[in-house]
């Protein structure tokens, strides 16, 4: 998150695969990987890991909130 936090999406997203190569079922780092996702412009892909961690936790409360305001904010037209 220090990588996230000093602007290096690259290096943080990096570390993030790294974890989930460890971890492929700890929803929070796919959180944390869509946290990111967002901050470098990539809303598409910060779904679909959202997408990934909802069908392995159905019903988590973090990831269906994540998910809906990502959703809602996808949907919203652009001024």
Do not use: C, H, K, Y
Request: no cysteine; glycine share 6%; hydrophobic share 45%.
């Amino acid at each position: 998150m220090w990588q996230r936090r000093m602007g290096d999406f690259t290096g943080a997203l990096t570390s993030l695969d790294d974890a989930l190569d460890a971890a492929p079922e700890d929803i929070s780092i796919r959180v944390m990987q869509a946290l990111v996702l967002v901050d470098a412009g990539r809303t598409d892909l910060a779904i679909r890991e959202l997408r990934i961690a909802q069908r392995i936790e159905p019903g988590n409360e973090m990831v269906e909130s994540a998910l809906s305001g990502l959703m809602t904010q996808a949907a919203a037209p652009e001024n």
